[in-house]
């Protein structure tokens, strides 16, 4: 008995649908995943830039105190000094919120009772997945744009994190070589 080769057309275009549909719906939850671990970073980052602003407010006040004993000129650049770790950690901050602003993800089927009438209902299975699939499509796209756009912000924060740092090493070093003068 011959099989209907239209029939086994249509279901070898099934399974790749499903193959598809399968696979799409894997990469988008790693997706999600990708944008909490952005999120957490975020959080992270915002932790050890408030500690290390802390540590050279810290720092400085040290340079404060043996200022009092030394020239007026070591007090103008303790004051420049905690102005620009102010400024730093405004920047890292800056671009934290910026890396954290709520931001509107897609998902491919719009929970919407109207929608769903409109657009799915009427349709085969077949059409139904295939059309699904290209919303996954369209969607996945434009939430990576969007992951890429949170990715930058974090990496800005990263470096201005990195400079902050820095600069909180160079403040220790200079604040313990005034201590120890």
């Given at each position: 008995m011959a099989r209907d080769p239209v029939a086994e057309s249509e279901e070898v275009e099934q399974e790749t649908v499903d193959l598809l549909l399968a696979q799409l719906e894997r990469l988008y939850d790693q997706q999600f995943e990708t944008i909490d671990a952005l999120d957490a970073k975020v959080g992270q980052l915002l932790g050890v830039a408030s500690l290390a602003n802390a540590l050279?407010?810290?720092?400085?006040?040290?340079?404060?105190?043996?200022?009092?004993?030394?020239?007026?000129?070591?007090?103008?650049?303790?004051?420049?000094?905690?102005?620009?770790?102010?400024?730093?950690?405004?920047?890292?901050?800056?671009?934290?919120?910026?890396?954290?602003?709520?931001?509107?993800?897609?998902?491919?089927?719009?929970?919407?009772?109207?929608?769903?009438?409109?657009?799915?209902?009427?349709?085969?299975?077949?059409?139904?997945?295939?059309?699904?699939?290209?919303?996954?499509?369209?969607?996945?796209?434009?939430?990576?744009?969007?992951?890429?756009?949170?990715?930058?912000?974090?990496?800005?924060?990263l470096y201005s994190l990195g400079l902050d740092i820095v600069y909180l090493l160079a403040t220790i070093a200079g604040a313990s070589a005034v201590v120890l003068r």
């Open positions: 050279i407010g810290s720092a400085l006040a040290v340079l404060v105190q043996v200022q009092e004993l030394t020239s007026r000129l070591a007090g103008s650049l303790v004051l420049t000094a905690f102005f620009v770790g102010v400024v730093w950690y405004a920047a890292t901050v800056y671009f934290l919120i910026r890396a954290s602003r709520l931001q509107a993800y897609y998902v491919p089927l719009r929970i919407d009772v109207d929608h769903i009438e409109d657009e799915y209902l009427n349709l085969t299975r077949s059409e139904a997945q295939e059309q699904l699939l290209s919303n996954y499509i369209e969607v996945m796209q434009i939430n990576y744009a969007t992951m890429t756009n949170k990715g930058a912000w974090v990496q800005r924060s």
